[in-house]
């Protein structure tokens, strides 16, 4: 029998956001590295305002790739925590379940019969 192709689970508002972030920023990279080579090729005036947009882009970009990285670290941290919630009650539940059989076991085994 054929498998069956895996769907993929839908992404999270936070992956959507992110995935746009991305590509936003990408695109500013993009619009930079063309603002250089038309920055490179003007004299005068037009190039010192050319480069004074460049400077303003390149900050909005490095602060943008900061905050970028910073969500990624936040969401990491609590990814790991929420591993770390549900491996402990995971671990919890699995104890319990196993003393409940044990406690069942002796009762059956112990309990009187008319």
């Known amino acids: 029998m054929a ?4 769907r993929r689970p839908a992404r999270s508002a936070a992956q959507t956001k992110l995935k746009q972030l991305e590509s936003r ?9 063309t603002l250089r080579t038309e ?12 480069e004074s947009l460049e400077r303003r882009a390149a900050a909005q ?3 943008a790739q900061n905050t970028l990285k910073q969500s990624l ?3 990491t941290r ?17 104890r ?10 002796r009762a059956y085994r112990g309990g009187t019969r008319d």
């Open 25 to 33: 920023l990408a695109s500013l990279e993009n619009q930079l590295k």
């Open 73 to 75: 670290d936040n969401i």
């Open 3 to 6: 498998e069956r192709p895996k």
């Open 78 to 94: 609590t990814l790991a925590a929420s591993r770390n919630s549900v491996e402990s009650s995971a671990g919890r539940l699995t």
């Open 61 to 63: 970009i490095t602060q």
């Open 96 to 105: 319990a379940v196993r003393a409940g059989m044990q406690a069942g076991r």
């Open 39 to 50: 920055a490179s090729g003007s004299v005068g005036a037009t190039r010192s305002r050319l």
